[in-house]
C-alpha cells in the first residue's frame, strides 16, 4: 500500500495538502546546495542560473550578480587591509558570493536571483551567511510561495546605515511588511564586521514560521574580528504568520550592496530538514490512488492535483463534491510523474 504525506490545514478555505513521491524521510535534514557540486576551477567564477537542472534562475539578462567561487583566500583586498573569511566549513571550499563583473561604483545586485526547492511545509531551511561590511544593503533575502507569488518573510543586512551609522543590523519584515527583527549590534566595525551567521528558518504546520539569526563568529583565515569569537542568538521570533502554507523559493533580492568590492557577501551550505506532517494511506486502484478525507455538511470539497508546485497551475480531479459528514476520497494518478501533490479547496 502507497502512502502520502499530508499536511493538515487550519486555513479556512484549504482542507488538506498531500505529497506523494517526495523520498526524504520525516525528520531527515538533506543539504539542498553545497556548491560543491560546480565545476569551479580556483580563482574563477561560475554562473549557477548556466547550469542545467541546477535549481538556479535570475530574472535579468548580462552579467551575473549572485557566482559560485573556489575557493578560499582568494579575494584578497588590493590594497591588503584585509581578505575575506575562508568558506563556512573546511569541507566546503566553494561557496556562493555576491560580485558584479562591472566593479564601478555602485556595487549592487541588479535583478533577482532565486533557488527553488520542493515544497517545504513543516521543517527548517538553514543556511550560513558573511554580509558585506558596506553602507548600503549587502544581503537581501526572501523566502517565498511560487505558486501565490507571496513573501513569508524578507531579511535584510546592513553594515554601517541602519538605524545608525557604525552598527550591525539585522531587519526582518513578515509577509505584509511588519518589522519583527530590529537587532542592531552598537559595537559596530570592526566588531560587527566581517562575520559568519547561522539563519535557521522553521515552517510549522498551519501557516506559522520561527526564526533564529546566530553569530557564529569569524572562519580561518584571520579576519577583521577573528579575536572576537562567537556571539551566539542575536534575535528570534516564534509563531509568525506565515500567510501561505509553505515555502520553495529562496530569493536573493536586487537592490545596492556589497559585490565587487571588499569582503562581498558569501553564502554556504542551504540544508532542509523535512518533518511534513502525518502519513496517510491510499488505496491502491487500477488508475490510481484513492486519498482519503473527512467533510463536513454543506461544504462543498475540489480535489486538486499538480506535477510542478512552483506553477501555481492545479488541474481538477473529478466535480467538486458536497460534504456531508463522511469520509470521501480523491484520485491521485500514479503513472507518468516521479512526484505529485493534491489538495483538497474547501467552498
Known sequence: MKKFRCLDSTAAVLSMLCFFGI???????????????????NQTWLDPTTVPDSGWTRSGVGDADWEVRCCSGSLIYTSGSSQEDDAFDTNSVKFLVLRRSNVNVPYRSDEDTEF???????????????????SSDPFKLALRDSGSDKNVMQMVYT?????????????????????????????????????????????HKGGVFDLEIIDIGPTE????????????????????????L??????????????????????????????????????????????????????IYQPQVTEDLT???????????LGDGTTKSALVPTSGADFRAIRIVVF
Open 311 to 321: 506553477t501555481g497551475i492545479w488541474t481538477a480531479q473529478r466535480s467538486p463534491i
Open 159 to 203: 553594515e554601517d546605515r541602519w538605524p545608525m551609522i557604525n552598527s550591525g543590523d539585522f531587519r526582518v519584515q513578515d509577509s505584509v511588511g511588519n518589522l519583527l527583527i530590529s537587532d542592531v549590534q552598537l559595537d559596530g566595525q570592526p566588531d560587527s564586521y566581517d562575520r559568519w551567521y547561522d539563519i535557521i528558518f522553521t515552517m
Open 23 to 41: 523520498t526524504i524521510a520525516s525528520g531527515q535534514s538533506n543539504v539542498v546546495e553545497d556548491f560543491e557540486s560546480y565545476t569551479v576551477l
Open 221 to 244: 583565515p584571520t579576519s577583521k574580528t577573528s579575536n572576537d569569537m562567537a556571539r551566539g542568538v542575536l534575535a528570534s521570533v516564534s509563531n509568525q504568520t506565515a500567510g501561505v
Open 246 to 299: 509553505g515555502i520553495d523559493t529562496f530569493r536573493l533580492e536586487s537592490g545596492a550592496g556589497g559585490g565587487g568590492g571588499e569582503q562581498p557577501t558569501m553564502i554556504d551550505n542551504l540544508t532542509i530538514t523535512r518533518v511534513e506532517g502525518a502519513t496517510v494511506a491510499g488505496t491502491e486502484t487500477g488508475t490510481g490512488l484513492e486519498l482519503p478525507y473527512s467533510t463536513q455538511s454543506l461544504s
Open 116 to 134: 527553488t526547492f520542493p515544497v517545504l511545509v513543516e521543517g527548517t531551511l538553514r543556511f550560513q551567511l558573511n554580509p558585506a561590511g558596506t
